[in-house]
């Protein structure tokens, strides 16, 4: 029998997890939708969410931070003499070496050591200097040659390990035949650049240079294009490193190089490469430099990765930072993020990335008329839904009887349907459970052609008149103190809240949202959750009771229910040329005009429910006449309570003989 090849499990690693579960929006539509509630654009609220990131998760900023801090630390570790500290190395070895050998060698002549002696005792202070003084001093110490000689043999290793990384590692104890070979690579590539510059090369000629010369290049380029990025990076890093040396340190090695290999000709292939790479690749970063502060040395080929390093740093930074016209997170280069952070900064990234696509192309934000993004009406529900859910937890202590609900099985159908609940009375309503039933077997993969089966998710029930339809206002304040005292999302959470809860779970009934400042207007949810806070003068309540007052009379068969929120007393009213009049503190004309329009909402059968916010003596004292006179009453709750408190009073309005969160929460 074969063998059976053994198995070997490890870490994915072949891109995103496939089996991780998707982006959770719920946090992110949250947090965005407070921002947008507090004034943001929704585009900017996106930008703020990604820049913060998620509970678990790091955000934008996070990752620019790391980003930063690598690049100091890369400028406090390292200096760049480390080729010219290693060639004054081997040089002083090789002299140490030299001077041994003269004191041992009992056969030299006298003159001849003497003259020897003399050389060495004049070198030059530099160290390029020396070296090249010494290129034709005979050696008499094996040893003192052959550390020379490494001179020569590093400063061209450095000098390819600049343009082709790792190259100083490939040819270390490389022969005559070796040298030869990259040689005749400069060659075949500077001529391959030429025809390339003028227009005049083809793909074949590509691919015989890659066929012969491929293995000096472990990027695997897959076309010309390819091969040049690649080069003209590591060539830019390369002069951006010569630049941050000191003025020293580049003579001295300017002055070296001419002995890199002990043949000059290396040197000028080289300058023949940087020259073609600069013309077709003008746009990189070929000038500037840095100014490193550490300790550790770097050679040449080490100090071009730094520079590299530093270049995607900085390209990393500005995408990050998405500061620039159309940016968008799938910009990032997670590969380099990888590179420089490590994986867990790229998954982070990846997630952040995945998390914007879902948000745009999920429904949940999407452009208007004149292109702006806003929060979508799907957006709108989810967040609606989730703040109703707050306030029912917040709620659950008030839960009582479910009275109406079986008072209402013999009342006439109002047109609105509800789900099934064990206890319900009520008449089905065939036609939608019907329906339902179809869908779902559609769904489930079945053909309803061939007959469907009732389920008890299927069934819907009619809701009659016995429960109660009601005509709902809502007054929120917002004036500019409601936004200077923190309680201006607060106030449009609540709003969101309860338009949820009426439009999703009683859909018989009618809900007004009024906004009185300096003057009072009827808005639509998604226009009020975008509402910036105004910076206007006025409390205008008697504009936001007229606007009220006329909702009702539109409906005169519901019950109306008046909620109003503020935290101040009224300043303001309309004249009767409809001027919005303002006076503080509050005066009597507008105390009047108020209250006229406050007993009209009696007379339509209002009952006032006010909530009062923040702890002034005054509003206190005025709520309390105002609801007194109307039959109402004020209401104080904490501001992290104020969605419970009003919708919690919308459904005792509602249900009169009591309510259970069963009646109302999906």
């Known amino acids: 029998m074969p063998r059976r090849r053994a198995s070997r499990y490890g870490r994915y690693a072949g891109g995103p997890d496939p089996l991780a579960p998707p982006v959770d929006l719920s946090e992110a539509l949250e947090q965005i939708g407070n921002d947008v509630m507090a004034g943001y654009s929704p585009e900017r609220a996106l930008r703020e969410y990604l820049r913060r990131g998620m509970s678990d998760r790091e955000g934008l900023d996070d990752l620019a931070r790391r980003v930063n801090a690598r690049r100091r630390d890369l400028l406090s570790r390292y200096r760049m003499d480390g080729t010219l500290a290693e060639v004054k190395e081997l040089l002083d070895r090789a002299v140490t070496e030299e001077r041994k050998q003269l004191l041992r060698d009992a056969m030299m002549d006298d003159d001849d050591r003497a003259f020897r002696e003399l050389r060495l005792d004049n070198l030059p202070s530099s160290t390029a200097a020396a070296v090249t003084d010494l290129a034709d001093y005979d050696w008499a110490s094996t040893e003192a040659r052959r550390d020379y000689e490494k001179i020569k043999d590093l400063l061209g290793r450095e000098l390819l390990d600049q343009r082709f990384a790792g190259m100083k590692q490939a040819l270390q104890n490389a022969t005559d035949d070796d040298r030869a070979a990259i040689n005749a690579m400069l060659e075949d590539l500077n001529e391959l650049l030429d025809k390339h510059r003028r227009g005049e090369d083809t793909p074949e000629d590509f691919d015989d240079f890659m066929a012969e010369h491929g293995q000096y290049f472990p990027e695997n380029p897959r076309n010309v294009d390819e091969l040049i990025d690649a080069l003209a990076q590591r060539a830019a890093a390369a002069q951006r490193m010569m630049r941050s040396m000191t003025a020293e340190q580049r003579a001295e090695l300017m002055q070296l190089s001419a002995q890199a290999f002990g043949s000059p000709g290396l040197m000028a292939q080289l300058d023949r490469l940087d020259g073609n790479l600069q013309a077709l690749r003008p746009g990189e970063n070929w000038g500037g430099g840095e100014q490193f502060t550490g300790e550790e040395g770097m050679g040449l080929g080490e100090g071009t990765g730094v520079l590299q390093d530093l270049a995607e740093l900085d390209q990393l930074a500005d995408q990050l930072g998405q500061n620039y016209g159309g940016a968008r ?284 916010l923040g702890d002034d003596p005054g509003l206190e004292r005025f709520l309390a006449q105002l609801a007194k006179r109307a039959g109402g009453r004020v209401v104080a709750p904490d501001l992290g309570d104020l969605g419970s408190a009003v919708v919690g009073e919308y459904l005792t309005a509602r249900f009169r003989g009591g309510w259970d969160s069963g009646d109302w929460l999906e």
């Open 329 to 612: 997170l799938d910009d990032l280069d997670l590969d380099a993020l990888a590179r420089q952070l490590g994986n867990d900064a790229a998954v982070n990234a990846r997630t952040l990335a995945e998390l914007e696509k879902a948000l745009r192309e999920g429904g949940l934000l999407q452009r208007d008329g004149s292109g702006d993004l806003r929060l979508s009406p799907q957006a709108m529900r989810r967040l609606g839904k989730a703040l109703l859910a707050d306030a029912a937890k917040q709620l659950a202590p008030r839960q009582g009887n479910r009275d109406t609900r079986l008072a209402g099985a013999a009342g006439e159908p109002t047109g609105a349907s509800r789900q099934w609940a064990f206890g319900d009375a009520e008449p089905w309503d065939v036609t939608r459970s019907l329906t339902n039933a179809i869908m779902r077997t559609a769904s489930e993969g079945g053909d309803p052609s061939q007959g469907v089966r009732l389920d008890i998710r299927d069934v819907e029930v009619t809701e009659t008149e016995a429960r109660t339809s009601s005509a709902v206002a809502l007054l929120v304040d917002t004036s500019y103190s409601m936004a200077i005292e923190g309680r201006w999302v607060p106030m449009k959470r609540t709003a969101l809240a309860l338009h949820h809860l009426v439009s999703t779970r009683f859909r018989g009934d009618r809900l007004q949202l009024i906004g009185f400042g300096r003057w009072a207007q009827s808005r639509e949810i998604a226009e009020l959750t975008a509402l910036p806070p105004m910076r206007e003068q006025g409390t205008n309540l008697h504009h936001g009771l007229l606007l009220a007052n006329r909702f009702f009379r539109q409906h005169p068969s519901m019950q109306p229910v008046l909620l109003v929120v503020t935290d101040g007393e009224p300043t303001a009213h309309l004249t009767g040329g409809g001027e919005a009049w303002f006076d503080w503190p509050t005066s009597p004309e507008t105390v009047a005009a108020t209250v006229v329009e406050l007993d009209k909402a009696s007379r339509l059968g209002a009952s006032p429910i006010f909530f009062r």
